[in-house]
T-cell receptor
Framework: DQQVKQNSPSLSVQEGRISILNCDYTNSMFDYFLWYKKYPAEGPTFLISISSIKDKNEDGRFTVFLNKSAKHLSLHIVPSQPGDSAVYFCAASADYGGSQGNLIFGKGTKLSVKP | SAVISQKPSRDICQRGTSLTIQCQVD?????MFWYRQQPGQSLTLIATANQGSEATYESGFVIDKFPISRPNLTFSTLTVSNMSPEDSSIYLCSVLGQGNTEAFFGQGTRLTVV
């Protein structure tokens, strides 16, 4: 049973518009959520994170929203740029940084930003 | 941030053979993590490697199949033993950043078993 779900395998957006990537989770023990971006032939790179005590975190063009009651988070990219085209992974953890450090990943959403 | 060098970046191997993947970090870290990403699947944690102790394996992964070494605080290896086509995946090593707030990944090893 997948604990972290990204139900959209792909998303296509026009340059300059907003990209919204969604992620749902089932484990109420998750207290930390992260988004990673992955280009082909490269490892995932950290993008942005949010703690469960917050409902929003913003970093430049990237904003992550967390709705704990719905067990849902989303990543907003605005404005979208062609260089944002990549696979985006949602990840979650319980007791992050503790003895586990285990991240549970979704399957990823491939974002294509068209010029 | 941590800089992680992982090699090989890719390999094609015959079934029944073994491949050892190396991971070098530019700083000393307590824990190193090995993940697998099978085609169309999410990244899945294989094991956590602590220096000076045996690795801790996640459910579904065993030491005989994925032996891990952690000789010092900057280096680890993962061996994929007695490979079968089902082992064809991307294997990634990872470490936690300062403050344990995010993980950093190597570039991955794309393994194809034929």
């Amino acid at each position: 049973d997948q604990q972290v779900k990204q139900n959209s395998p792909s998303l296509s957006v026009q340059e300059g518009r907003i990209s919204i990537l969604n992620c749902d989770y089932t484990n109420s023990m998750f207290d930390y959520f992260l988004w990673y971006k992955k280009y082909p032939a490269e490892g995932p790179t950290f993008l942005i994170s949010i703690s469960s005590i917050k409902d929003k975190n913003e970093d430049g063009r990237f904003t992550v929203f967390l709705n704990k009651s719905a067990k849902h988070l989303s990543l907003h990219i605005v404005p979208s740029q062609p260089g944002d085209s990549a696979v985006y992974f949602c990840a979650a953890s319980a007791d992050y940084g503790g003895s586990q450090g285990n991240l549970i990943f979704g399957k990823g959403t491939k974002l294509s930003v068209k010029p | 941030s941590a800089v992680i060098s992982q090699k090989p970046s890719r390999d094609i191997c015959q079934r029944g053979t073994s491949l050892t993947i190396q991971c070098q970090v530019d700083s000393q870290v307590t824990m190193m993590f090995w993940y697998r990403q099978q085609p169309g699947q999410s990244l899945t944690l294989i094991a956590t490697a602590n220096q000076g102790s045996e690795a801790t394996y996640e459910s579904g992964f065993v030491i005989d199949k994925f032996p891990i070494s952690r000789p010092n605080l900057t280096f680890s290896t993962l061996t994929v033993s007695n490979m079968s086509p089902e082992d064809s995946s991307i294997y990634l090593c990872s470490v936690l950043g300062q403050g344990n707030t995010e993980a950093f990944f190597g570039q991955g090893t794309r393994l194809t078993v034929v």
